[in-house]
Nanobody, 116 residues
């Protein structure tokens, strides 16, 4: 299963982007969906997560700026990113994790570059 992430690109500080991740071929409602990011020279970090019941969690540095949501009917998870900062520059990856079976799938990554 290959998750399909999209929506990245260049943006100026203070701008917005919306990332989308499609997850075909899985029973989407059984998975916790997350967005991770990895900046050059840094470890991958968890940015936002949304559980099966819709409970969300965020990295402290993005709280109040990013919003994760899911559409179980469309097998899609979104990450709305507002008030972007240069330090948000990274490759963003979506992840699907089945909490019961432990199955774990990743997308190919989408580059977000915040620069003036």
């Amino acid at each position: 299963v290959q998750l399909q992430a999209s929506g990245g690109g260049p943006v100026q500080p203070g701008g917005s982007l919306r990332l989308s991740c499609a997850a075909p071929g899985i029973i989407f409602s059984l998975y916790t969906m997350s967005w991770y990011r990895q900046a050059p020279g840094k470890q991958r970090e968890l940015v936002a997560t949304i559980a099966r019941d819709g409970t969300t969690g965020y990295l402290d540095s993005v709280k109040g700026r990013f919003t994760i949501s899911r559409d179980n009917a469309k097998n899609t998870v979104l990450l709305q990113m507002n008030s972007l900062k240069t330090e948000d520059t990274a490759v963003y990856y979506c992840n699907a994790w089945a909490t019961i079976s432990g199955q774990d799938y990743w997308g190919q990554g989408t580059q977000v570059t915040v620069s003036s």
